[in-house]
């Protein structure tokens, strides 16, 4: 059986500010197979090729809450079929319908969450399930061992509280450029919110942070990540923002160096 597969995720109903994200599947897409660049990730291997990674398409998922029950369910089949998911978003809302399902066949795994913001208000704007809160919820049902965020500088004194609550092991970017690195040997769920890179790096996002990370320390964070991936996302991208395309192509290269490295896994090193 395929041991990987691309799922897009076309959803930004839950999105605070703009919406655009639903429409970021098919333009990660269209990057990953751009002739302007290659199949190969930096750890040579084709991680397009339909042997070991297929795709299976967009979920049909409406701007409403039933999304939630339906990417539960899409992510489910797949791992029925003995395949890990890798899922393009969407906004941020949907890791937590992938991580009940993701519970289903790998309990309680570890989180690596990068992102310029800590997604852990009890609700935002009156919706508990705002892009802004899907880890509360997660933290809340018990679907994570642990939960490393990294990245993250817009904490406010609420999502501070709920890290303590919730034992977060943050690394803010203080702390980051203070020489803080994640340390993850568990099985672990990689989520890639797109905006805790630098904007310079990633203007494609409809909230720009200054002062992030560089697309080369995120790509060294999921090359050197210990854990067996159980699954991944890439979420936040907003199209609409990402005039020069560059964006498409940093969401593409960390996609390819997920696959990268759950196919590491798979062929024993």
Same mark, same amino acid.
């Given at each position: 059986?395929?041991?990987?597969?691309?799922?897009?995720?076309?959803?930004?109903?839950?999105?605070?500010?703009?919406?655009?994200?639903?429409? &970021?599947?098919?333009?990660?897409?269209?990057?990953?197979?751009?002739?302007?660049?290659?199949?190969?990730?930096?750890?040579?291997?084709?991680? $397009?090729?339909?042997?070991?990674?297929?795709?299976?398409?967009? /979920?049909? $998922?409406?701007?409403?809450?039933? &999304?939630?029950? +339906?990417?539960?369910?899409?992510?489910?089949? /797949? /791992?029925?079929?003995?395949?890990?998911? /890798?899922?393009?978003?969407?906004?941020? *809302?949907?890791?937590?319908?992938?991580?009940?399902?993701?519970?289903?066949?790998?309990?309680?795994?570890?989180? $690596?969450?990068?992102?310029?913001?800590?997604?852990?208000?009890?609700?935002? +704007?009156?919706?508990?399930? *705002?892009?802004?809160?899907?880890?509360?919820?997660?933290? +809340?049902?018990?679907?994570?061992?642990?939960?490393?965020?990294?990245?993250?500088?817009? $904490?406010?004194?609420?999502?501070?509280?709920?890290?303590?609550?919730? %034992?977060?092991?943050?690394?803010?970017?203080?702390?980051?450029?203070? %020489?803080?690195? =994640?340390? @993850?040997?568990?099985?672990?769920?990689? *989520?890639?919110?797109?905006? #805790?890179?630098?904007?310079?790096?990633?203007? #494609?996002?409809?909230?720009? +942070? =200054?002062?992030?990370?560089?697309?080369?320390?995120?790509?060294?964070?999921?090359?050197?990540?210990? #854990?067996?991936?159980?699954?991944?996302?890439?979420?936040?991208?907003?199209?609409?923002?990402?005039?020069?395309?560059?964006?498409?192509?940093?969401?593409?290269? @960390?996609?390819?160096?997920?696959?990268?490295?759950?196919?590491?896994?798979?062929? #024993?090193?």
């Amino acid at each position: 059986m395929m041991d990987v597969s691309l799922i897009g995720l076309p959803y930004d109903a839950s999105s605070s500010f703009l919406r655009g994200a639903a429409d &970021a599947p098919q333009r990660i897409r269209e990057a990953l197979h751009s002739p302007s660049g290659n199949r190969w990730s930096e750890s040579l291997h084709d991680v $397009l090729d339909p042997q070991w990674l297929r795709d299976a398409g967009d /979920l049909v $998922l409406q701007p409403d809450a039933s &999304a939630r029950a +339906e990417i539960e369910r899409g992510i489910t089949a /797949l /791992l029925d079929l003995h395949t890990r998911p /890798l899922a393009l978003g969407g906004d941020h *809302s949907v890791t937590y319908p992938v991580l009940r399902a993701i519970n289903h066949r790998y309990p309680r795994p570890a989180i $690596l969450h990068i992102d310029a913001h800590a997604d852990l208000y009890d609700e935002f +704007e009156g919706d508990r399930y *705002s892009h802004a809160c899907p880890f509360a919820r997660i933290m +809340e049902e018990g679907l994570a061992s642990r939960l490393v965020q990294v990245g993250i500088r817009t $904490l406010t004194p609420h999502q501070r509280a709920q890290a303590d609550r919730f %034992g977060v092991e943050v690394i803010d970017m203080r702390a980051w450029v203070a %020489g803080v690195r =994640p340390v @993850i040997e568990e099985p672990v769920y990689i *989520s890639v919110d797109l905006d #805790g890179l630098d904007p310079a790096y990633a203007p #494609g996002v409809s909230h720009w +942070e =200054p002062g992030g990370l560089t697309t080369r320390e995120v790509l060294t964070m999921i090359q050197q990540c210990a #854990g067996h991936i159980v699954g991944a996302d890439v979420v936040e991208f907003n199209p609409h923002r990402d005039e020069s395309g560059r964006t498409a192509m940093v969401a593409a290269k @960390i996609v390819k160096e997920l696959a990268s490295a759950m196919y590491t896994e798979r062929a #024993g090193g």
